[in-house]
Every structure is written in C-alpha cells, then in structure tokens.
C-alpha cells in the first residue's frame, strides 16, 4: 500500500505555474531533517510550520541511525486518515 501527499497547483507572482503532483508520504521525515539541517523553521508560513510540528510529533529527529518502519507507519497512518 502507498500514500502520496497531494499538493495543489498554484501560480506564482512572477507567472511560474506549478502544476498539481504528489509526493510519497516518507517524505515529510526527510523534509523535515531537511528544515532541521538548513536551520529556518522560524523563518516558514504558519501552513508549513503546522506540518513540522505534526511530523515532529510523531517522529523525532534522526540523530542517530535506527529502525524506520514505525516512525513510517505512524507517517503513514497520519497521511492515509481514520481509514488506516
């Protein structure tokens, strides 16, 4: 079974148009080690911030090498809804 977080299709102020696509779930995690390492999530919109903080919630900092499965099993419920 896979999950795929939708992003909705937007136009920027200088014309750039990005068109609707998906991502894999499992990328939330490496997304957010990625904000960590780059240090700005202070400088992130309210929307993006909110998606850190749900991810860090449920799965913390990858310090250290580990087991993934559950902290993508908890990602994946989260994404999927009540339905998993």
Same mark, same amino acid.
């Given at each position: 079974?896979?999950?795929?977080?939708?992003?909705?299709?937007? =136009?920027?102020?200088?014309?750039?148009?990005?068109?609707?696509?998906?991502?894999?779930?499992? +990328?939330?995690? *490496? %997304? @957010? =080690?990625?904000?960590?390492?780059?240090?700005?999530?202070?400088?992130?919109?309210?929307?993006? +911030?909110?998606? *850190? %903080? @749900?991810?860090?919630?449920?799965?913390?900092?990858?310090?250290?090498?580990?087991?993934?499965?559950?902290?993508?099993?908890?990602? @994946?419920?989260?994404?999927?809804?009540?339905?998993?």
């Amino acid at each position: 079974m896979s999950f795929l977080v939708r992003t909705l299709a937007t =136009t920027f102020f200088d014309g750039h148009h990005l068109e609707p696509h998906a991502h894999a779930w499992g +990328q939330l995690i *490496f %997304a @957010a =080690t990625g904000v960590e390492l780059r240090g700005v999530v202070d400088s992130m919109g309210e929307g993006p +911030q909110r998606t *850190f %903080a @749900a991810v860090r919630a449920l799965v913390s900092p990858l310090d250290d090498d580990r087991e993934m499965s559950t902290d993508m099993t908890r990602m @994946a419920r989260i994404v999927a809804g009540p339905r998993c």
